[in-house]
């Protein structure tokens, strides 16, 4: 299924949660995150963010859409940061 | 149509982002929106949006979906932050 992720963690955090997001998908903002993944990887990519969250304050959204309904993404402003301006 | 919306705007820009994505939206994460526009008042979001980005800095993606295709939105780790913890 195509997912989009957008984490918003501690900035203590944000490394590690980066490094598994980057892992599994493509980076198209600060803390957004695509791609298509099938139901083992997103459990295995679910597991991985879940055992670094501080559950008490990091928070991860995740959407899930059908192959056949990959939503169209704009982007208004600056162009999307390369993967080198993430902290 | 249904939208998404993430910001990735300067500090000193992050109220008045907020003020014009609460007036349209609905806010389920620190800096992530949803909710159902018309194509009229996703223009008018546009434009005020617009009206405050720094173009040179500030990101804004917005992932749009036809009404029949809304997301399924699954959150890992805390609750979502209320408004009030907004910066």
């Known amino acids: 299924m195509y997912v989009v992720v957008v984490y918003d963690t501690a900035a203590e955090r ?3 949660i980066l490094r598994i997001c980057r892992k599994y998908l493509h980076h ?3 803390s957004v995150f695509e791609g298509n ?3 083992g990887q997103l459990r ?3 597991a991985a963010v879940e055992s670094v969250l501080d559950l ?3 928070n991860v ?3 899930s859409f059908p192959p ?5 993404r ?3 402003g600056a162009a999307e940061p390369e993967p080198t301006d993430i902290i």
Chains 1, 2 share one sequence.
Do not use: C, E, I
């Open 61 to 63: 959204l995740v959407y």
């Open 44 to 46: 295995r990519f679910q």
């Open 74 to 76: 704009h982007a208004w």
């Open 14 to 16: 944000n490394p590690k």
């Open 68 to 72: 056949a309904a990959v939503p169209v």
């Open 37 to 39: 993944l099938t139901d």
């Open 28 to 30: 198209v903002q600060r």
């Open 56 to 58: 008490s304050y990091d």
